[in-house]
């Protein structure tokens, strides 16, 4: 248990530790906890749903993004799963010692300290993604909402409908939804933790999509979204030529 514990959040295990600036490590310190970065009573009192402040209020989702783009870090990647897998091996050496002891012991089954901790560790992972994945969606839905029937609500002087010239709000409006779609594109292929390699977890559950999707190396997941988006929007786009938009959408010339 020594060995375990010199392994978890100490300093005496140096082989394993990466320098990291305050800021990375104040906000994954609560995402690791599985503790939302605001609350969000902490959010209204901020006043970060007021459109005047979206500009510091992306700053708070993209640090969500910075922190899982941490590690993600080749080094830190290669850190984690070490550190996980020498604990692994502790308890395997534990489990070895308990079963000695409980073997011919009358109703005492084989212990697995070492598999405890594999269910653990993917449990873990699997929170703390899911609930920073969902703090950021879900406040990047709040964000978007009066941003969009902004856009739709506004008639600029001599508005020539959709395809019309922009002025300078609709641009405005343009430029922040465009933001929030890359801070939502972001967190979907960086807030995630790849167990691949990780002694004891032995096969991945199955996953909607291609598996470069939920590759371990950050730029192999971010450059499959990406095409997979290209995909999923040019799909959209020829649904929509034969639909209401038909009139609207200008001959591409062979783009498609």
Do not use: S
């Given at each position: 248990m020594t060995n375990i514990m010199a392994r978890i959040g100490s300093e005496r295990d140096s082989t394993c530790l990466c320098m990291v600036g305050k800021n990375i490590q104040s906000l994954k310190s609560r995402l690791w906890e599985g503790i939302i970065p605001l609350s969000n009573q902490l959010?209204?009192?901020?006043?970060?749903?007021?459109?005047?402040?979206?500009?510091?209020?992306?700053?708070?989702?993209?640090?969500?993004?910075?922190?899982?783009?941490?590690?993600?870090?080749?080094?830190?990647r290669l850190y984690l799963r070490d550190t996980f897998n020498f604990i692994y091996?502790?308890?395997?050496?534990?489990?070895?010692?308990?079963?000695?002891r409980r073997t011919g012991q009358s109703g005492k089954n084989p212990v697995s300290v070492a598999g405890l901790w594999t269910m653990y560790?993917?449990?873990?992972?699997?929170?703390?993604?899911?609930?920073?994945?969902r703090w950021v969606t879900v406040h990047v839905n709040i964000l978007r909402a009066p941003l969009l029937r902004a856009l739709l609500e506004h008639r600029p002087p001599g508005d020539g409908g959709l395809l019309g010239q922009p002025d300078a709000l609709r641009w405005k409006l343009a430029d922040s939804l465009h933001?929030?779609?890359?801070?939502t594109a972001n967190a979907d292929f960086t807030i995630m933790i790849p167990m691949d390699g990780y002694k004891g977890c032995f096969t991945a559950p199955p996953r909607d999509g291609p598996a470069a999707l939920h590759a371990v190396n950050l730029l192999t997941r971010s450059k499959a979204y990406h095409e997979r988006l290209r995909l999923l929007t040019r799909a959209a786009i020829l649904r929509h030529v034969t639909g209401p938009w038909r009139d609207l959408i200008p001959s591409s010339g062979g783009i498609m």
């Open positions: 959010w209204l009192e901020k006043g970060l749903n007021q459109p005047e402040y979206l500009d510091f209020t992306c700053q708070q989702l993209k640090a969500v993004i910075a922190v899982f783009q941490y590690l993600n870090e080749p080094t830190v091996d502790h308890g395997v050496a534990l489990d070895t010692v308990f079963n000695k560790m993917t449990a873990h992972f699997e929170m703390m993604t899911e609930r920073a994945h933001i929030l779609t890359e801070i």
